[in-house]
Every structure is written in C-alpha cells, then in structure tokens.
C-alpha cells in the first residue's frame, strides 16, 4: 500500500502495510508472516537472509528497504517510501561487507549468501 494511505488503525492484512503488494505478501508468507503483527520485533536484514534461503536465490537488496520500512513502521514509526531507507541499508551492508564473518562459513550470512549462489 501507498505509505501516505496507511492507517494504523486498520492493519488487518499484510497489504495494509507500507509498500506491501501482492508479490510481497507472498514473499512475506514463504517466511510464516501473515498478519501485520506478526513482523513486531523481527529484523529486517534476517528476514531477508532467511527469504533467500527459502527460495534458494539472492533477491534484489531493494527487498531489504521494504523489510525495514514495515518492521521499522511494526515498531512505531511514521509510514515511509521503502526507498527511504536505501540508504541506510546500503550503509548497513557496507560495514557488514567489511566485518569478516563471525559464523561458519556453511551458514547463510549477509556476506556469504551472494558466493554461494554464484558456486
């Protein structure tokens, strides 16, 4: 949905969420969301991590950006254009890129999903 539409008063599915269609309902689903509610304390960049591993393919970083724009409005903030927080999450995956990983190298990680899905 359009974020200047958004009512908080009325989340009852999924797409009354900022930039929630259809196609990201369904993405949303593949990882057990399937109410508004349901994204209260979750992470966004986890979310996205645990979507490519699902669906065994690296999805647009964009997804990252809608992830963040619902959590984020989830957690109380104002309804914001997912590409608003571009940004951010390209920051956030710079310092992530930069940081060696901290688990196994077998395990799905921020900077280990695109090497594998290139193997």
Known sequence: MNPARVRRDQLA???DL?????AMTRDLNLL???TPADLIGRDAYALYEELCVRTGMRHDPCVIDVFL???RFMA???AQPWWAYTAERKRNL???AATP???DP???TMTNISSRASN
Do not use: F, K, M, Y
């Open 69 to 71: 724009s619902v959590t």
């Open 106 to 108: 077998a395990e799905p």
């Open 94 to 96: 710079a310092e992530i």
């Open 101 to 103: 990983p901290l688990t």
């Open 13 to 15: 599915r999924l797409q």
């Open 76 to 78: 109380g903030d104002p």
């Open 32 to 34: 057990d969301i399937r």
């Open 18 to 22: 900022p930039n929630i269609g259809p």
